[in-house]
């Protein structure tokens, strides 16, 4: 698990070859357990998504010292749906600290729906973390090493899941029918260093998996330009490839929160 090293330009950073499963608004995040690291303090409001190979959540709190919160599936045990008979329903469960994440230890993590549909997102990340585990080459988490070049505009099978599912499971899609907004999804051409639940690619491969597309070179600008499309049964979505430059990702601090600037 690792701290503000999963967010981009105001949204998500994920990796080639992963793929948004769900995605919840207006989620709250709390942690206990790490009480001397300021950063873990306060509650969180944000956004969070359901990956093919771990759980992210983006804080929309632009001054708070944690920005984005990584969970891979090798690192959460002991997750659990809670229903109180007074109080929303929650999840909680913990997590451990990846080499180079930005902190060490282990947090428990508490995840609050306002809206509803805890106990859906719950089953789904105990569905997705134990098709993972079936990949899993080790209990230990591995060392997070940041994405090393640029990011860019993911297209939409980034985030839009299999409508026939994965292994004969369908995310929840009815419960959690929103997608993420319009430009805030970003990929990396670095494979994730986690395994996942994605048929023939669980996150060690060398190259990305087939049928991902680098981004075009600056002399097919003009082209990229033209080549956008609409798919008139999703009024709601359109894509238009990345441009011909790219920012950098951005930087982790070790240590601290992240100065706006």
Known sequence: ?????????????????????????????????????????????????????????????????????????????????????FGANYIKGKVRAQPNGNWVGEAKFKLMFKKGGAIEFGQAILKTAAMASQQAQSDNPPPYAPPPGPWYQAPPPAYTPSPTGYYGWVPPTHVFPDQPPVNSVFMTDMPPPYPGINAGYNGYASAPPVGFAPPPQPEKAGEAAQSAYYDPNKPQCAYVPPPAYYESPPSYPQNGPKKNN
């Open 1 to 85: 698990m690792s701290i503000n090293t999963a967010h981009a330009n105001g949204g998500v950073l994920i990796h080639a070859g992963e793929v948004i499963l769900l995605f919840s608004d207006n989620v709250h995040l709390e942690f206990h357990g790490q009480d001397q690291n300021p950063l873990f303090r306060g509650s969180k409001v944000g956004r969070l998504y359901l990956t093919t190979h771990r759980m992210v959540f983006t804080n929309k709190d632009s001054h708070d010292g944690m920005l984005s919160f990584s969970f891979p599936f090798v690192t959460i045990s002991d997750v659990e749906i809670e229903q109180p008979v």
